[in-house]
Structure formats: structure tokens, C-alpha cells
């Protein structure tokens, strides 16, 4: 079992920046792979960012691709995702997500164990 704790949400004004934390307990932290998730009001739940377990491989959706870098620290069992120049269409609950492989791609079923999420809200 891993669980994880996301925060560094809130609300802040569009082409401003947030740092999303998400703490992992349990397991080895290391041998998961981490993604970030979002879901926005109406909308399904899609994905923004992943991780390998080194750090090594990244992925990003292409809507933050250039604004938003995911990063971990295993010895911290933590994972970052940076949001930059943020639009109000970035607003939604994120979510991080860990899967029990070296890399994970795109797909929510690839992740076994996700967080209950924190708010973003970007304001035009």
C-alpha cells in the first residue's frame, strides 16, 4: 500500500505560478512510478505529467508542455509538479497517482494508488 498526500493548492491570478507537493508513505517510494492528474467541473479526469522511478523519464500532456515540470525526490518520498503560467483553463482538482512500474505513460488505469487531490483555481 502507498498513500499519498497532495498539497500547495489555491487560488492564484493567470501567468502566475504554483508548486504542487504530493508525500508518499508506505511502500518504497522509489520503485513507483508518479503521475499528476487533473479533473476540472464536468469534465473527465485527464492527465498532465509523469515520472520514471529514477527521475530519469519524463512525459507531459501537450496542453502544459513548456509550463509544468514534474520532479521527485526519493529521499524526501515526494513528488513536484511546477505550474507555471497558469490559465484560468488550468483550474481543476489535481491529483497525483503512483503505479507500481519504472515509467508510466498517460493512462489512469496504469496507476494503482492516487491521493485525494488539491484545488487549483487560476482567475483571468
Known amino acids: 500500500q502507498v498513500q499519498l498526500v497532495e498539497s500547495g493548492g489555491g487560488l492564484v491570478q493567470a501567468g502566475g505560478s504554483l508548486r504542487l507537493s504530493c508525500a508518499a508513505s508506505?511502500?518504497?517510494?522509489?520503485?513507483?512510478?508518479m503521475g499528476w492528474f487533473r479533473q476540472a467541473p464536468g469534465k473527465e479526469r485527464e492527465f498532465v505529467a509523469a515520472?520514471?522511478?529514477?527521475?530519469?523519464?519524463?512525459s507531459y500532456a501537450d496542453s502544459v508542455k513548456g509550463r509544468f515540470t514534474i520532479s521527485r525526490d526519493n529521499a524526501k518520498n515526494t513528488v513536484y509538479l511546477q505550474m507555471n503560467s497558469l490559465k484560468p483553463e488550468d483550474t481543476a482538482v489535481y491529483y497525483c497517482?503512483?503505479?507500481?512500474?519504472?515509467?508510466?505513460?498517460?493512462?489512469?488505469?496504469?496507476?494503482?494508488?492516487w491521493g485525494q487531490g488539491t484545488q487549483v483555481t487560476v482567475s483571468s
Open positions: 497517482a503512483a503505479a507500481p512500474a519504472y515509467y508510466s505513460g498517460s493512462s489512469a488505469n496504469e496507476y494503482d494508488y
Open positions: 515520472i520514471s522511478w529514477s527521475g530519469g523519464s519524463t
Open positions: 508506505g511502500r518504497t517510494f522509489s520503485i513507483y512510478a
